[in-house]
């Protein structure tokens, strides 16, 4: 078995650090409805959307194996290939978060991996066979089909209750976003939290340390689920406010139904290990629970904002992960540049995200009205 190398820990942390990213990133995708109705308060909500990403890393290794085996040949890949990946996954993520921009964690992981083993190892190291399977047709399936179902629940949820009073209604269906938005974060942590036990996998196969179509070892797997709970428990506000108001006016049964239907999807798609975008699911479930009501009114030019960056987000990440392994690749010096590049950048998209905050404080305020200055009568 071969020794631990400093370049493996170094992976290991980018990996985890990605995986923070996610957390944060992703939170809305299971508790912006709910924020939005006022069914779960926001601190609240990110804490029980924490917890349950933990718990449902542990509850399956079936997308892990297919990040770790799957989309590229693990024999091809070295650690430098990898922390570039990882790096034009988590400079991806931090630019959509900076524009609020619901954009796919996973998809950027998958294009930072690819670009990067394209530069380093040829494209004979890429097996687009699997991209295509796993990755591209869940992304083009995946939203439609939970817009589909979740249009119809909702349809459904209004027209059961419509004999019943409004404050009734949602009274109830508020009750119930409490469990179907907790079903969404566990099934968040069965998809999204093994997306980086795959590639810490892949990490450790490609420097000896595991052999070859190894499972993700326990440690993996809880600090794996430990990275993305934590972020998902700082909150990604301002993807919150995108999805929970941006998008389209949520009540409480829409909520509900959104988040019943990405969960039915998210774990049918983890149980066949496809790697699918929870993010485009989720989104593909608002934007459904939206069209499901009458007179609701859905924000087209929020909607092609987003599909624009789903669109940019495999071959933008794959351009920067490219790069990067092609920089990385110089030595130890060139790692070194990489990775002081991406904490620069990362710093400035820190500073540059408090000209405008976002926090639990205001996070249900529309984009539009947050946008406007504020105009101070005179006293």
């Not at 326990?218 to 689920?225: C, E, I, P, T, Y």
């Not at 993010?279 to 009501?293: E, F, K």
Request: charged share 10%.
């Amino acid at each position: 078995m071969a020794s631990v190398s400093f370049l493996l820990v170094a992976v290991i942390l980018t990996a985890l650090a990605f995986d923070f990213t996610n957390g944060f990133h992703d939170t809305a995708n299971s508790m912006a409805t709910s924020i939005a109705t006022g069914a779960l308060s926001p601190r609240v909500a990110v804490a029980v959307a924490g917890l349950l990403n933990l718990a449902g890393a542990f509850l399956s290794t079936e997308v892990a194996k297919t990040i770790s085996g799957g989309i590229v040949q693990d024999s091809e890949v070295s650690l430098v290939m990898i922390f570039a990946g990882l790096i034009g996954a988590i400079l991806w993520n931090l630019v959509t978060w900076l524009l609020g921009l619901p954009s796919s964690s996973s998809h950027a992981l998958f294009g930072g991996l690819i670009g990067a083993v394209w530069v380093g190892a040829g494209g004979s190291a890429v097996r687009f066979g699997a991209i295509i399977e796993k990755i591209v047709i869940p992304a083009v399936a995946s939203p439609v089909v939970a817009c589909v179902i979740a249009l119809l629940a909702t349809y459904l949820a209004y027209m059961i209750t419509r004999r019943t009073s409004r404050r009734a209604v949602g009274k109830g269906f508020r009750a119930g976003q409490i469990g179907s938005a907790s079903l969404v974060a566990l099934a968040h942590g069965t998809n999204d939290a093994q997306k980086t036990m795959g590639v810490i996998t892949l990490a450790l196969i490609s420097s000896g340390v595991l052999g070859h179509g190894a499972e993700p070892p326990w440690w993996v797997v809880l600090s794996a689920g430990l990275a993305i709970a934590l972020g998902t428990y700082a909150g990604g506000w301002r993807i919150i406010r995108t999805m929970g108001k941006g998008l389209t006016d949520i009540q409480a049964p829409q909520g509900f139904a959104a988040e019943t239907s990405a969960t039915a999807v998210i774990l049918a798609s983890s149980h066949m290990g496809f790697a699918l975008s929870t993010t485009q699911v989720c989104t593909g479930s608002i934007l459904g629970a939206g069209l499901g009501r009458r007179l609701a009114h859905v924000r087209w030019g929020v909607a092609g904002r987003i599909a624009v960056s789903w669109l940019l987000t495999l071959p933008a990440a794959a351009a920067v992960g490219g790069v990067a392994a092609w920089v990385a690749d110089r030595g130890d010096a060139g790692v070194a540049l990489v990775a002081g590049v991406a904490l620069a950048a990362a710093a400035a998209f820190y500073v540059l995200s408090r000209r405008r905050p976002v926090s639990p404080e205001n996070v249900n305020e529309s984009p539009e009205n947050a946008a406007k200055p504020t105009v101070k009568s005179a006293a």
